[in-house]
C-alpha cells in the first residue's frame, strides 16, 4: 500500500522561510516530485529528488532522505504568489502516489 | 511547453448519465493518466495508459472506463454517472522515461457536478 503524509495546512509571512515535511511508506519507490497547485489550476511540475540529500532551485529546495522516508520542501522569501497548494507525489513504476496536500497561506 | 488540454472545464449531468472526459496532449507522451481530486483526499488515480490500446487499473478504476485509440487523446469515461462521482477530475501525460522525465503534466481539470 502507499501512505503519504503531509501537513493539511501552513501559514507564513511575506519575506519568510516555510518547510513543508512529506513522509512516505510506499511499496516502491524510484522518485519523489513536488508539485505546486493555484486554486483552480493544474499542478505544476516543482522539483524532483531521487538520491538523498538537496535539490536547490531559486527560491525553492527539496530534500529527501530514502532510509527515513522523508523529504521536505523549503520555500524562502515568500511571496505573495506562493499562496497555493503543494503535492508530494512517490513515484514507481511510472504511477504517481500523491500526498493529500499542504495549503500554504502568506500573509502580508 | 507541453500542453494538456481537456475538453469541458465545467460539466452538469444526471444520475445515470453517460459521461465523456476528454483528454489531449501534443508532445508525442507515452503515458497519459487519469485522476480525480477530492478535498482532503488529494489526487487519486483512476486510470493510466502507457501506449495505444492499452490501459491499467490505477486505485480506483471502479465505476469508470477508458479509451486510447491515438497516441495523444486519452478519453475517461463514466458508464452511468453517480452523486459519489461529483469531483474535480485531472489529466496527465508524461514521456515514459525514468528519472526526472517521468515528470507528468496536467490538464486544467474538469469539474463535473452529476446531479
Known amino acids: 500500500g502507499q501512505n503519504i503524509d503531509q501537513p493539511t495546512e501552513m501559514t507564513a509571512t511575506e519575506g519568510a522561510i516555510v518547510q513543508i515535511n512529506c513522509t512516505y511508506q510506499t511499496s516502491g519507490f524510484n522518485g519523489l516530485f513536488w508539485y505546486q497547485q493555484h486554486a483552480g489550476e493544474a499542478p505544476t511540475f516543482l522539483s524532483y529528488?531521487?538520491?538523498?540529500g538537496l535539490e536547490e532551485k531559486g527560491r525553492f529546495s527539496s530534500f529527501l532522505s530514502r532510509s527515513k522516508g522523508y523529504s521536505y520542501l523549503l520555500l524562502k522569501e515568500l511571496q505573495m504568489k506562493d499562496s497555493a497548494s503543494y503535492l508530494c507525489a512517490v513515484t514507481n513504476d511510472y504511477k504517481l502516489s500523491f500526498g493529500a496536500g499542504t495549503t500554504v497561506t502568506v500573509r502580508a | 511547453d507541453v500542453k494538456v488540454t481537456q475538453s469541458s472545464r465545467y460539466l452538469v449531468k444526471r444520475t445515470g448519465e453517460k459521461v465523456f472526459l476528454e483528454c489531449v496532449q501534443d508532445?508525442?507522451?507515452?503515458?497519459m493518466f487519469w485522476y480525480r481530486q477530492d478535498p482532503g483526499l488529494g489526487l487519486r488515480l483512476i486510470y493510466f495508459s502507457y501506449d495505444v490500446k492499452m490501459k491499467e487499473k490505477g486505485d480506483i478504476p471502479e465505476g469508470y472506463s477508458v479509451s486510447r485509440e491515438k497516441k495523444e487523446r486519452f478519453s475517461l469515461i463514466l458508464e452511468s454517472a453517480s452523486t459519489n462521482q461529483t469531483s474535480m477530475y485531472l489529466c496527465?501525460?508524461?514521456?515514459?522515461?525514468?528519472?526526472?522525465?517521468?515528470?507528468?503534466?496536467f490538464g486544467p481539470g474538469t469539474r463535473l457536478l452529476v446531479l
Open positions: 508532445m508525442d507522451h507515452e503515458n
Open positions: 529528488n531521487v538520491l538523498d
Open positions: 496527465a501525460s508524461s514521456l515514459g522515461l525514468a528519472g526526472v522525465q517521468e515528470t507528468q503534466y
